[in-house]
């Protein structure tokens, strides 16, 4: 046990964990959670409406279809629009 605890602090330092941390915008609030499967199905997830944000890996734009791991930063940002 002792060295899964070990292994799990390296892991961390390292920057691999068992979670993913998700900054919604609209909210100004930070979610940690478990998740595997595509960009689309965690906005689903968390019931926001695809169309009315973009999603940011590492300064990088996320389409619906791209695979994430519980190891991402992700940020979800609202679309503003005006005339």
Avoid: A, H, W
């Amino acid at each position: 046990m002792l060295f899964f605890n070990i292994l799990d602090s390296f892991n961390n330092l390292l920057g691999f964990s068992d979670f993913m941390e998700v900054y919604i915008d609209k909210d100004n609030r930070q979610v940690t959670l478990k998740f595997n499967g595509n960009m689309g199905s965690l906005l689903n997830k968390l019931k926001i409406n695809p169309e009315t944000v973009i999603v940011v890996r590492e300064n990088v734009l996320l389409t619906e279809d791209v695979v994430l791991k519980n190891s991402d930063k992700i940020k979800i940002l609202s679309v503003i629009s005006g005339g």
